[in-house]
């Protein structure tokens, strides 16, 4: 099983990235994705997940209403559109995969056991 992020980059406060969360060595359908980040110091925070159909999806309370997660399970992608970025969204996002999960996912990193490298969104102006 391998994940792979994409999109990450520098961007000014109030713009806009979209992270990509590619997925092989398995169908997407039966597996959530969660995204999480990491800043130096810090625990990592799950930031949003979505279930293996796109039933369920959650997000912190700190990106509601910014970012948006889905899925494109005929590409095996998972994006999360992150708008209205603020500085303090800067950290190394990661996507990560559960098995056995069409119909709901959890903001616990505990809950997954694949992990993609990460990507570093940096939000300064």
């Known amino acids: 099983l391998q994940l792979v992020e994409s999109g990450g980059g520098l961007v000014q406060p109030g713009g806009s990235l979209r992270l990509s969360c590619t997925v092989s060595?398995?169908?997407?359908?039966?597996?959530?994705i969660g995204w999480f980040r990491q800043v130096s110091g810090k625990d990592d925070e799950g930031v949003s997940c979505?279930?293996?159909?796109?039933?369920?999806?959650q997000y912190v309370d700190s990106v509601k209403g910014r970012f948006t997660i889905d899925r494109d399970n005929a590409n095996n992608t998972v994006y999360l559109q992150m708008n209205s970025l603020k500085p303090e969204d800067t950290a190394r996002y990661y996507c990560?995969?559960?098995?056995?999960?069409?119909?709901?996912?959890?903001?616990?990193?505990?809950?997954?056991?694949?992990w993609g490298q990460g990507t570093q969104i940096t939000v300064s102006s």
């Open positions: 979505i279930s293996g159909r796109g039933v369920m999806t």
């Open positions: 990560a995969a559960t098995d056995g999960a069409p119909n709901a996912c959890s903001l616990i990193k505990a809950w997954y056991g694949y």
């Open positions: 060595g398995f169908t997407l359908e039966y597996h959530a």
